[in-house]
């Protein structure tokens, strides 16, 4: 069964200080990984997405990471702020034989607060 | 539309009665989606159509949820006889043909409560 499990479940750390979060999936055969920011009472937000030949992409503060022999991703959020506050979703696409088709697997998320 | 675009956006029912949830994708998205989302919890998948390929209804948790969508525009989500259960946010997504690599964008969601 195709499983995504993120870790922490909870964080809480200071505004200007950096953090990382950690994704590790099973889903086969993979397609992509995406991380998502969702605030609360708000729909999902795409940060970025990788695919299996990247090993790593950056959108403003955040960075992804990709191992996908270990099957482990990591969001490194970079000199945190009060608006980072969120649960951030890891994302798996499994790669279906239609082609144009993929089927996604959420993790539950990591919830984020940064403080004063 | 700018965005994926859901109505209504608050909805309170009682038990035992019929809901239907509308989703409006961004133009041009083949690829739509429904997910649930119960306070606190993660996102689960119930239902994903692409293009004029059959719906992948493996995520409907019973009978009484049912989902519809006009060609490759507007899908309602219907819950019959609704139970507090189904108390949670409804949100549906849409993506470029549901390809590989393309952003997948998400609505604001329908909140469902059900007293």
Same mark, same amino acid.
């Given at each position: /069964?195709?499983?995504?499990? =993120? ?25 992509? $990984? ?5 605030? *609360? ?29 270990? /099957? %482990?991703?990591? #969001?490194?959020?970079?000199?945190? =702020?009060?608006?980072d506050s969120a649960s951030y979703i890891c994302v798996v ?10 089927? +996604? ?12 | ?9 608050? /909805?309170?029912?009682?038990?035992? /009665? ?20 119960? +306070?606190?919890?993660? $996102?689960?998948? +119930? ?22 969508? *006009? ?8 819950? %019959? ?9 409804? #949100?549906?997504a849409s993506s470029f043909q549901g390809l590989s690599g ?9 909140? #469902?409560?059900?007293?």
């Amino acid at each position: /069964k195709n499983q995504v499990e =993120q870790s922490p479940q909870s964080l809480i750390i200071l505004e200007g200080k950096n953090c990382t979060l950690q994704c590790n999936y099973t889903v086969s055969p993979f397609s992509n $990984l995406r991380w998502y920011k969702q605030d *609360t009472g708000r729909g999902p937000v795409s940060l970025t997405i990788m695919t299996f030949s990247e090993n790593t992409k950056s959108n403003g503060r955040y960075t992804a990471t990709l191992d996908a022999d270990t /099957k %482990q991703s990591s #969001l490194h959020i970079t000199a945190s =702020q009060l608006s980072d506050s969120a649960s951030y979703i890891c994302v798996v696409s499994e790669f279906l034989n239609t082609g144009t088709a993929s089927k +996604l697997t959420f993790g539950t998320g990591t919830r984020l607060q940064v403080t004063l | 539309g700018a965005g994926v675009s859901q109505s209504p956006s608050n /909805k309170v029912t009682e038990k035992g /009665k019929d809901v239907e949830l509308r989703c409006d994708p961004i133009s041009g998205h083949t690829a739509l989606y429904w997910y649930r989302q119960r +306070l606190g919890q993660g $996102l689960e998948f +119930l239902i994903y159509f692409q293009g004029n390929s059959a719906p992948d209804k493996s995520g409907l948790p019973s009978d009484r949820f049912s989902a519809e969508r *006009t060609g490759e525009s507007v899908s309602t989500l219907t819950i %019959q006889r609704t139970q507090q259960e189904d108390s949670a946010v409804y #949100l549906c997504a849409s993506s470029f043909q549901g390809l590989s690599g393309n952003t997948i964008y998400f609505g604001e969601g329908s909140w #469902l409560t059900v007293v």
